[in-house]
């Protein structure tokens, strides 16, 4: 699909590939700091993209946030606007992990809880928390910028993109993942019209407004 988009379509591209670590799968486990949901191993984690993968990337979008970047430094060029998500807690899994950005600003820290990802509701192994990619979208993009995610997992972007006020186009190649995200996308715009317009504060204190973006502009891609 990225070979079909021209050049710079895209003012972001927020992303989150596979590290190529065995990450998806895996049994229950317990412990005195929390514990890991079982999940379905689908073979998603078993490689890296490609360099072909990172040249379409960049070659779509104008800037660029990659997540787990440390896996992938042989494909990208040395900047020094780097992130570091501390996950705000010293267990035995990482304290935090890191993103590369185009950006020539310095690196920066930010720190969100994971127990974040309970609040989100977790469905996806390596899911970030949806408050971080809306910081990374307030913080390296602009009302109405067009974000694309080529490895959207559970729809993540999609949903920071929505609180912020980007239109965005995400892209899968697994099915179910897509099916997941797409629900999640309609669980949030469903809360939405029960509710009433969600003003999110971070968005408020970041722009001075509030809205959210109409879904209508939104899209959602499949590619299987």
Not at 121 to 132: R, S, W, Y
Not at 149 to 172: K, M, V, Y
Request: include cysteine; proline fraction near 4%; glycine fraction near 8%.
């Amino acid at each position: 699909m990225l070979r079909e988009i021209q050049d710079k379509t895209f003012n972001l591209c927020l992303t989150d590939p596979p590290y190529g670590i065995g990450r998806d799968g895996g049994r229950v486990s317990t412990g005195s700091h929390g514990g890991r949901k079982p999940y379905e191993f689908r073979g998603w984690d078993s490689s890296i993209p490609s360099a072909a993968y990172f040249d379409e990337m960049f070659r779509v979008s104008i800037n660029q946030i990659v997540w787990g970047a440390n896996y992938f430094t042989r494909h990208l060029p040395a900047k020094t606007c780097w992130l570091f998500w501390d996950k705000g807690q010293r267990i035995c899994n990482s304290d935090g992990e890191l993103a590369f950005t185009s950006f020539d600003t310095a690196l920066r820290v930010v720190e969100y809880n994971r127990v974040e990802l309970l609040k989100d509701g977790a469905v996806h192994p390596t899911q970030k928390p949806v408050a971080l990619f809306q910081w990374c979208l307030l913080n390296y993009s602009k009302l109405g910028d067009f974000i694309i995610d080529p490895f959207c997992g559970s729809g993540t972007t999609a949903i920071a993109c929505h609180r912020t006020g980007r239109r965005f186009l995400c892209i899968d190649k697994d099915e179910e993942y897509i099916k997941i995200a797409q629900q999640r996308y309609a669980d949030l715009i469903a809360q939405q019209d029960l509710f009433g317009e969600n003003q999110d504060s971070a968005l408020k204190t970041a722009e001075g407004r509030g809205t959210a973006c109409n879904s209508a502009s939104m899209q959602v891609a499949l590619d299987i």
